[in-house]
Protein backbone atom coordinates (compact mmCIF):
# COMPACT_ATOMS: atom_id res chain seq x y z
CA UNK A 1 0.00 0.00 0.00
CA UNK A 2 1.56 3.74 -0.73
CA UNK A 3 1.83 5.87 1.82
CA UNK A 4 2.82 5.60 5.61
CA UNK A 5 1.46 2.78 8.29
CA UNK A 6 0.10 5.19 10.32
CA UNK A 7 1.29 4.47 13.67
CA UNK A 8 -1.36 5.17 16.49
CA UNK A 9 -0.52 2.64 19.12
CA UNK A 10 0.73 3.64 22.58
CA UNK A 11 4.54 2.61 21.85
CA UNK A 12 6.61 1.60 20.35
CA UNK A 13 6.08 5.39 18.76
CA UNK A 14 6.77 7.37 15.81
CA UNK A 15 10.34 7.71 15.06
CA UNK A 16 11.27 10.89 14.05
CA UNK A 17 13.10 11.74 11.17
CA UNK A 18 15.79 13.39 12.88
CA UNK A 19 16.07 10.12 15.38
CA UNK A 20 16.16 8.16 12.63
CA UNK A 21 19.23 9.45 11.21
CA UNK A 22 20.81 9.47 14.70
CA UNK A 23 20.68 5.64 14.70
CA UNK A 24 21.40 5.16 11.47
CA UNK A 25 24.81 4.52 11.72
CA UNK A 26 28.28 2.85 11.80
CA UNK A 27 28.89 0.01 14.67
CA UNK A 28 31.35 1.78 17.22
CA UNK A 29 34.06 0.73 19.34
CA UNK A 30 32.36 0.76 22.84
CA UNK A 31 35.94 0.49 24.28
CA UNK A 32 37.20 3.54 22.23
CA UNK A 33 39.29 6.37 24.42
CA UNK A 34 37.37 9.00 23.78
CA UNK A 35 33.92 7.15 24.10
CA UNK A 36 33.19 8.70 27.21
CA UNK A 37 33.14 11.94 25.97
CA UNK A 38 29.85 10.53 24.93
CA UNK A 39 28.71 8.77 27.62
CA UNK A 40 29.40 10.72 30.66
CA UNK A 41 27.20 13.78 29.52
CA UNK A 42 24.42 11.71 27.77
CA UNK A 43 24.01 10.07 31.43
CA UNK A 44 24.22 13.96 33.04
CA UNK A 45 21.32 15.01 30.51
CA UNK A 46 19.10 12.25 31.52
CA UNK A 47 18.69 13.42 34.27
CA UNK A 48 17.28 16.35 33.55
CA UNK A 49 14.41 14.56 32.21
CA UNK A 50 13.59 12.29 35.19
CA UNK A 51 14.06 15.83 36.94
CA UNK A 52 16.46 14.32 38.95
CA UNK A 53 19.85 15.82 40.38
CA UNK A 54 20.68 13.03 42.95
CA UNK A 55 19.34 10.14 41.36
CA UNK A 56 21.80 7.55 38.85
CA UNK A 57 20.29 6.37 35.67
CA UNK A 58 21.15 3.41 34.05
CA UNK A 59 21.07 2.23 30.56
CA UNK A 60 20.44 -1.61 29.93
CA UNK A 61 19.93 -3.19 26.65
CA UNK A 62 16.27 -4.80 26.93
CA UNK A 63 12.95 -2.81 27.33
CA UNK A 64 10.46 -1.30 29.98
CA UNK A 65 10.12 -5.28 31.55
CA UNK A 66 13.73 -5.78 31.83
CA UNK A 67 13.89 -2.13 33.88
CA UNK A 68 11.12 -3.48 36.11
CA UNK A 69 13.44 -6.53 36.58
CA UNK A 70 16.51 -4.78 37.10
CA UNK A 71 14.72 -2.05 39.37
CA UNK A 72 13.34 -5.60 41.50
CA UNK A 73 16.19 -7.28 41.91
CA UNK A 74 18.72 -4.80 42.86
CA UNK A 75 16.78 -3.50 45.66
CA UNK A 76 15.02 -6.40 47.69
CA UNK A 77 15.48 -10.15 48.88
CA UNK A 78 12.91 -12.89 48.52
CA UNK A 79 10.13 -12.56 50.64
CA UNK A 80 10.33 -8.78 51.35
CA UNK A 81 6.99 -7.59 50.98
CA UNK A 82 5.61 -5.01 48.35
CA UNK A 83 2.63 -2.83 48.04
CA UNK A 84 1.21 -2.69 44.66
CA UNK A 85 -2.55 -2.35 42.68
CA UNK A 86 -3.52 -3.96 40.09
CA UNK A 87 -5.96 -2.36 37.41
CA UNK A 88 -4.61 -3.07 33.67
CA UNK A 89 -2.07 -5.36 31.98
CA UNK A 90 0.88 -3.26 33.18
CA UNK A 91 0.02 -3.30 36.47
CA UNK A 92 -1.18 -6.58 36.48
CA UNK A 93 2.57 -7.58 34.97
CA UNK A 94 4.75 -6.22 37.46
CA UNK A 95 2.67 -7.72 40.01
CA UNK A 96 3.43 -10.88 38.05
CA UNK A 97 6.87 -10.23 37.98
CA UNK A 98 7.42 -9.32 41.77
CA UNK A 99 5.85 -12.64 42.23
CA UNK A 100 7.62 -14.74 39.98
CA UNK A 101 10.99 -13.28 41.95
CA UNK A 102 9.95 -14.43 45.11
CA UNK A 103 8.04 -11.21 46.24
CA UNK A 104 5.78 -11.52 49.00
CA UNK A 105 2.70 -8.95 47.10
CA UNK A 106 -0.07 -7.33 48.58
CA UNK A 107 -1.63 -6.29 45.50
CA UNK A 108 -4.73 -4.44 45.85
CA UNK A 109 -7.36 -5.10 42.49
CA UNK A 110 -8.88 -2.12 41.30
CA UNK A 111 -11.46 -1.68 38.63
CA UNK A 112 -9.89 -1.39 35.46
CA UNK A 113 -10.72 2.57 34.49
CA UNK A 114 -9.48 3.42 37.81
CA UNK A 115 -5.32 4.39 39.06
CA UNK A 116 -3.65 3.84 41.87
CA UNK A 117 -6.00 3.71 45.16
CA UNK A 118 -3.73 6.50 47.06
CA UNK A 119 -6.16 5.50 50.08
CA UNK A 120 -5.67 2.51 50.38
CA UNK A 121 -2.39 2.81 50.04
CA UNK A 122 -2.63 5.14 52.55
CA UNK A 123 -4.39 2.52 55.15
CA UNK A 124 -1.94 -0.06 54.27
CA UNK A 125 1.03 1.27 55.27
CA UNK A 126 -0.54 2.97 58.44
CA UNK A 127 -1.50 -0.79 59.45
CA UNK A 128 1.86 -1.53 58.71
CA UNK A 129 3.66 -0.62 61.70
CA UNK A 130 6.05 -3.32 61.83
CA UNK A 131 7.68 -2.04 58.37
CA UNK A 132 7.36 -5.08 56.62
CA UNK A 133 6.27 -3.24 53.37
CA UNK A 134 10.03 -2.55 51.47
CA UNK A 135 8.22 -1.08 48.68
CA UNK A 136 5.65 0.54 46.92
CA UNK A 137 4.98 -0.10 43.23
CA UNK A 138 2.80 2.62 41.06
CA UNK A 139 2.13 2.41 37.66
CA UNK A 140 1.75 6.03 36.60
CA UNK A 141 0.37 5.56 33.50
CA UNK A 142 -1.33 2.55 32.50
CA UNK A 143 -1.39 1.96 29.07
CA UNK A 144 -3.80 -0.61 28.46
CA UNK A 145 -6.80 1.42 30.23
CA UNK A 146 -5.16 5.08 29.38
CA UNK A 147 -5.25 6.20 33.16
CA UNK A 148 -2.72 8.40 34.82
CA UNK A 149 -1.84 7.89 38.79
CA UNK A 150 -0.86 10.46 41.05
CA UNK A 151 2.68 9.65 42.08
CA UNK A 152 2.74 12.67 44.51
CA UNK A 153 -0.17 11.16 46.43
CA UNK A 154 1.54 8.52 46.95
CA UNK A 155 4.66 10.08 48.23
CA UNK A 156 2.29 11.88 50.20
CA UNK A 157 0.67 8.87 52.13
CA UNK A 158 4.15 7.09 52.89
CA UNK A 159 5.54 10.42 54.62
CA UNK A 160 1.89 11.06 56.42
CA UNK A 161 2.72 8.16 57.97
CA UNK A 162 6.71 8.10 57.93
CA UNK A 163 6.89 4.84 56.37
CA UNK A 164 10.39 3.95 55.24
CA UNK A 165 9.20 1.62 52.04
CA UNK A 166 10.58 2.88 48.95
CA UNK A 167 8.51 4.30 45.86
CA UNK A 168 9.01 2.57 42.96
CA UNK A 169 7.27 3.63 39.65
CA UNK A 170 6.63 2.47 35.98
CA UNK A 171 6.98 5.45 33.85
CA UNK A 172 6.94 3.26 30.78
CA UNK A 173 4.45 5.36 28.91
CA UNK A 174 4.49 8.37 30.74
CA UNK A 175 8.40 9.86 31.13
CA UNK A 176 9.11 12.07 29.09
CA UNK A 177 6.06 12.56 27.92
CA UNK A 178 3.55 13.56 30.99
CA UNK A 179 5.27 15.38 33.75
CA UNK A 180 7.45 12.88 36.16
CA UNK A 181 9.52 14.41 39.05
CA UNK A 182 11.89 11.37 40.31
CA UNK A 183 13.61 14.36 43.10
CA UNK A 184 9.93 16.31 44.16
CA UNK A 185 8.14 13.48 44.33
CA UNK A 186 10.65 11.31 46.26
CA UNK A 187 10.63 8.19 44.06
CA UNK A 188 13.35 5.58 44.47
CA UNK A 189 13.27 4.03 41.28
CA UNK A 190 11.88 4.95 37.77
CA UNK A 191 11.71 2.70 34.88
CA UNK A 192 11.30 3.53 31.25
CA UNK A 193 12.24 1.96 27.77
CA UNK A 194 13.62 3.41 24.66
CA UNK A 195 10.32 3.28 22.47
CA UNK A 196 7.49 5.25 23.84
CA UNK A 197 8.01 8.80 25.37
CA UNK A 198 11.72 8.78 24.32
CA UNK A 199 10.36 7.54 20.64
CA UNK A 200 13.53 5.61 19.65
CA UNK A 201 13.34 1.97 18.35
CA UNK A 202 12.70 -0.55 21.33
CA UNK A 203 15.67 -1.96 23.01
CA UNK A 204 16.76 -0.01 26.10
CA UNK A 205 15.80 0.27 29.66
CA UNK A 206 16.19 3.44 31.36
CA UNK A 207 16.38 2.92 34.84
CA UNK A 208 16.28 6.10 37.18
CA UNK A 209 17.58 5.16 40.76
CA UNK A 210 17.42 7.41 43.88
CA UNK A 211 20.41 7.20 46.62
CA UNK A 212 18.60 5.44 48.99
CA UNK A 213 17.83 2.65 45.98
CA UNK A 214 21.24 2.37 45.17
CA UNK A 215 22.28 1.95 49.37
CA UNK A 216 19.66 -0.68 49.47
CA UNK A 217 21.39 -3.17 46.63
CA UNK A 218 23.66 -3.36 49.39
CA UNK A 219 21.85 -6.05 51.74
CA UNK A 220 19.70 -6.77 48.72
CA UNK A 221 19.57 -10.25 48.22
CA UNK A 222 17.54 -11.53 45.29
CA UNK A 223 19.35 -12.95 42.40
CA UNK A 224 20.38 -10.68 39.56
CA UNK A 225 23.24 -11.24 36.79
CA UNK A 226 22.71 -9.07 33.75
CA UNK A 227 20.73 -6.47 35.03
CA UNK A 228 23.60 -5.79 38.27
CA UNK A 229 23.41 -1.89 38.84
CA UNK A 230 27.05 -2.68 40.78
CA UNK A 231 28.68 -3.68 37.01
CA UNK A 232 27.27 -0.69 35.74
CA UNK A 233 28.05 1.60 38.58
CA UNK A 234 31.68 0.25 38.58
CA UNK A 235 32.10 1.08 34.81
CA UNK A 236 29.82 3.41 34.26
CA UNK A 237 31.85 5.67 36.32
CA UNK A 238 34.60 6.16 33.57
CA UNK A 239 31.96 6.05 30.73
CA UNK A 240 32.17 2.47 30.10
CA UNK A 241 30.02 -0.48 30.33
CA UNK A 242 29.99 -3.97 31.44
CA UNK A 243 29.08 -5.53 28.51
CA UNK A 244 28.40 -4.48 24.47
CA UNK A 245 26.24 -1.43 24.73
CA UNK A 246 23.49 -0.90 22.19
CA UNK A 247 25.64 1.76 20.79
CA UNK A 248 23.40 3.00 17.51
CA UNK A 249 20.72 3.31 20.49
CA UNK A 250 23.10 5.37 22.79
CA UNK A 251 23.33 7.65 19.79
CA UNK A 252 20.12 8.01 19.24
CA UNK A 253 19.26 8.72 22.94
CA UNK A 254 21.70 11.25 23.14
CA UNK A 255 19.31 12.95 19.58
CA UNK A 256 16.38 12.35 21.67
CA UNK A 257 17.39 14.16 24.76
CA UNK A 258 18.12 16.77 22.80
CA UNK A 259 14.93 16.98 20.97
CA UNK A 260 12.78 16.66 24.31
CA UNK A 261 15.01 19.74 26.22
CA UNK A 262 15.22 21.67 23.21
CA UNK A 263 11.72 21.60 22.68
CA UNK A 264 11.62 21.52 26.94
CA UNK A 265 9.73 19.73 28.76
CA UNK A 266 7.29 21.46 29.58
CA UNK A 267 6.40 22.23 26.04
CA UNK A 268 6.54 18.44 25.91
CA UNK A 269 4.13 17.97 28.82
CA UNK A 270 1.90 20.89 27.37
CA UNK A 271 1.89 19.26 23.99
CA UNK A 272 0.70 15.93 24.78
CA UNK A 273 -2.12 17.68 27.15
CA UNK A 274 -3.17 19.38 23.86
CA UNK A 275 -3.14 15.85 21.48
CA UNK A 276 -4.54 13.88 24.14
CA UNK A 277 -7.49 16.87 24.66
CA UNK A 278 -8.04 16.73 20.98
CA UNK A 279 -8.55 13.06 20.84
CA UNK A 280 -11.22 13.41 23.88
CA UNK A 281 -13.06 15.92 22.42
CA UNK A 282 -13.53 13.33 19.49
CA UNK A 283 -14.55 10.49 21.32
CA UNK A 284 -17.13 12.84 22.92
CA UNK A 285 -18.20 14.32 19.95
CA UNK A 286 -18.57 10.18 18.51
CA UNK A 287 -20.90 9.70 21.90
CA UNK A 288 -18.24 6.76 22.64
CA UNK A 289 -16.60 6.36 26.22
CA UNK A 290 -13.24 6.01 27.45
CA UNK A 291 -11.78 3.76 29.47
CA UNK A 292 -10.67 6.01 32.14
CA UNK A 293 -13.53 5.92 34.55
CA UNK A 294 -13.10 10.15 35.39
CA UNK A 295 -11.02 12.91 34.00
CA UNK A 296 -9.44 12.67 37.65
CA UNK A 297 -7.87 9.39 35.73
CA UNK A 298 -7.25 10.56 32.05
CA UNK A 299 -3.98 9.65 30.47
CA UNK A 300 -1.98 12.38 28.04
CA UNK A 301 -0.39 9.80 26.33
CA UNK A 302 -3.13 6.96 25.48
CA UNK A 303 -6.84 6.65 25.51
CA UNK A 304 -8.16 3.67 25.39
CA UNK A 305 -11.71 3.92 23.77
CA UNK A 306 -15.20 1.41 24.49
CA UNK A 307 -16.94 0.24 21.45
CA UNK A 308 -20.68 -0.15 21.63
CA UNK A 309 -22.09 -3.59 22.65
CA UNK A 310 -22.38 -5.86 20.31
CA UNK A 311 -19.17 -4.57 18.70
CA UNK A 312 -15.81 -6.53 18.92
CA UNK A 313 -12.99 -3.97 18.96
CA UNK A 314 -10.46 -6.40 17.77
CA UNK A 315 -12.22 -6.01 14.66
CA UNK A 316 -12.01 -2.20 14.71
CA UNK A 317 -8.58 -2.94 14.99
CA UNK A 318 -8.08 -5.60 12.21
CA UNK A 319 -10.17 -3.26 9.50
CA UNK A 320 -7.82 -0.03 10.60
CA UNK A 321 -5.15 -1.94 9.54
CA UNK A 322 -6.40 -3.39 6.55
CA UNK A 323 -8.30 -0.95 4.99
CA UNK A 324 -6.39 2.44 6.35
CA UNK A 325 -2.78 1.62 6.82
CA UNK A 326 -3.82 3.15 10.22
CA UNK A 327 -2.42 0.95 13.64
CA UNK A 328 -4.61 1.33 16.79
CA UNK A 329 -4.03 -0.10 19.88
CA UNK A 330 -6.12 -3.41 20.76
CA UNK A 331 -8.15 -3.94 24.01
CA UNK A 332 -6.04 -6.48 26.24
CA UNK A 333 -7.37 -9.62 28.51
CA UNK A 334 -9.56 -7.97 30.29
CA UNK A 335 -10.95 -5.34 27.98
CA UNK A 336 -10.33 -7.40 24.65
CA UNK A 337 -12.99 -6.99 22.03
CA UNK A 338 -13.98 -4.25 24.41
CA UNK A 339 -12.14 -0.96 23.92
CA UNK A 340 -9.44 -0.02 20.99
CA UNK A 341 -6.70 2.72 21.72
CA UNK A 342 -5.21 5.75 20.24
CA UNK A 343 -1.49 6.41 21.41
CA UNK A 344 -0.80 10.07 21.23
CA UNK A 345 2.65 10.10 22.45
CA UNK A 346 6.21 11.06 21.26
CA UNK A 347 6.63 12.99 17.91
CA UNK A 348 3.18 13.94 16.99
CA UNK A 349 1.51 17.07 16.33
CA UNK A 350 -2.20 18.12 15.43
CA UNK A 351 -2.34 17.15 11.78
CA UNK A 352 -0.81 13.98 12.83
CA UNK A 353 -3.58 13.24 15.13
CA UNK A 354 -6.16 14.31 13.01
CA UNK A 355 -5.44 11.74 10.73
CA UNK A 356 -5.47 9.25 13.15
CA UNK A 357 -9.50 10.91 14.22
CA UNK A 358 -10.58 10.67 10.40
CA UNK A 359 -9.23 6.91 9.85
CA UNK A 360 -10.42 6.16 13.11
CA UNK A 361 -13.80 7.67 12.09
CA UNK A 362 -13.98 5.96 8.79
CA UNK A 363 -13.59 2.47 10.43
CA UNK A 364 -15.87 3.50 13.08
CA UNK A 365 -18.56 3.61 10.25
CA UNK A 366 -17.32 1.06 8.58
CA UNK A 367 -17.77 -1.29 11.19
CA UNK A 368 -21.29 -0.38 12.06
CA UNK A 369 -21.01 2.12 14.69
CA UNK A 370 -23.39 5.03 14.04
CA UNK A 371 -20.72 7.99 14.72
CA UNK A 372 -21.49 11.01 12.65
CA UNK A 373 -18.73 11.59 9.81
CA UNK A 374 -16.36 14.52 10.33
CA UNK A 375 -17.68 15.38 13.94
CA UNK A 376 -14.18 13.54 15.74
CA UNK A 377 -11.93 15.30 13.39
CA UNK A 378 -13.90 18.99 13.62
CA UNK A 379 -13.90 18.36 17.58
CA UNK A 380 -10.08 18.12 17.54
CA UNK A 381 -9.54 21.08 14.82
CA UNK A 382 -11.52 23.56 17.13
CA UNK A 383 -9.81 22.35 20.19
CA UNK A 384 -6.65 22.42 19.07
CA UNK A 385 -7.55 25.57 16.68
CA UNK A 386 -8.28 27.52 20.16
CA UNK A 387 -5.44 26.84 21.87
CA UNK A 388 -2.98 27.08 19.83
CA UNK A 389 -1.05 29.95 21.14
CA UNK A 390 2.37 30.12 23.22
CA UNK A 391 3.80 27.18 22.16
CA UNK A 392 6.71 26.24 20.73
CA UNK A 393 6.15 23.79 18.01
CA UNK A 394 7.99 20.83 17.42
CA UNK A 395 8.90 21.56 14.27
CA UNK A 396 10.85 24.83 15.60
CA UNK A 397 12.33 22.00 18.53
CA UNK A 398 13.74 19.54 15.90
CA UNK A 399 15.91 21.80 14.26
C1 LIG B 1 5.10 -0.71 27.31
C2 LIG B 1 4.96 -0.77 28.80
C3 LIG B 1 5.66 -1.68 29.58
C4 LIG B 1 6.46 -2.80 29.02
O1 LIG B 1 7.52 -2.38 28.37
P1 LIG B 1 8.22 -3.29 27.26
O2 LIG B 1 9.11 -2.26 26.67
O3 LIG B 1 7.15 -3.77 26.33
O4 LIG B 1 8.93 -4.37 27.95
C5 LIG B 1 5.55 -1.59 30.96
N1 LIG B 1 4.76 -0.70 31.52
C6 LIG B 1 4.03 0.18 30.82
C7 LIG B 1 3.18 1.15 31.52
C8 LIG B 1 4.11 0.16 29.43
O5 LIG B 1 3.39 1.03 28.72
Given at each position: MPGYNHLFIPGPTNVPDSLRRAVDLPMED?????FPEFTLPLFEDLKKVFQTETGQVFLFPGSGTGGWEAAITNTLSPGDKVLASRFGQFSNLWVDLCQRHGLEVEAIDVPWGEGVPVTRYAEALAADTEHRIKAVLVCHNETATGVTSDVAAVRAALDSVGHPAMLYV????????IDFRMDEWGVDVAVSG??????????LAIVCVSQKALEARKSAKLNRCYFDFEDMIRTNA????PYTPATTLLRGLRASVDYLLGEGLDNVFARHHRMAEGVRQAVNAWGLKLCAATPHWYSDTVSAIYVPEGIDSAAVVRHAYYRYNLSLGAGLTKVAGKVFRIGHLGAINEVMVLSALAGTEMVLRDVGIPVEAGSGVAAAQEHFRATATGEQSIAAAAQ
Open positions: MRAPDDGVSSIASSQKGFMLPTGSGYF
